[in-house]
């Protein structure tokens, strides 16, 4: 089945009613860690990350979501970017990581099942791959592909 970007999420998701989220951005050795996501007959992937809590910081958020969706501890490096996606702010994180991903005891573990699916794993950072594997949002690839160029 190829990926396919759901519209919803190529503006971010934005099914609940937080207003800030956080995600990370782990490169390692050319890979990338992403979440495979399978949601209503769709494939696409997404960067780890989600709603930051209220009273949390963005980037306590970045790592808590981490943990919870990979299994992984993480170290934030810097703050990567902020921006604007449909009706919320995105906070991109540059964090250091390692392992094997797997799917924590998180929400995303309560959830899923054959038909909403989280499988994190370590994909090729290139922004030919990215695009195949249907990472979203569109403006995640661009800021990935600006940190394969400058670092």
């Known amino acids: 089945m190829p990926f396919e970007s759901p519209p919803a999420l190529c503006r971010l998701q934005s099914c609940d009613d937080r207003e800030e989220r956080a995600a990370c951005i782990c490169l390692v050795d050319g890979k990338l860690l992403v979440i495979h996501r399978v949601k209503d007959g769709l494939r696409y992937a997404v960067l780890p990350g989600g709603g930051v809590e209220q009273d ?16 992984l501890n993480g170290q934030i490096v810097r703050h990567a970017a902020s921006l604007d996606h449909q ?11 390692s392992g094997q991903p797997r799917l924590g005891h998180g929400p995303e573990q309560e959830q899923a099942s054959t038909d909403n699916s989280y499988t994190p794993a370590w994909a090729p950072a290139d922004t ?11 403006e995640a690839v661009h800021l990935i592909a600006e940190f394969l160029h400058t670092e």
């Open 56 to 71: 949390e910081a963005p980037a306590d958020a970045a790592l808590r979501e981490l943990l919870e969706e990979t299994s």
């Open 128 to 138: 030919d791959s990215l695009t195949n594997i249907g990472l979203v949002p569109t």
């Open 87 to 97: 009706d919320r702010r995105a906070h991109y994180y540059l964090v250091r990581a």
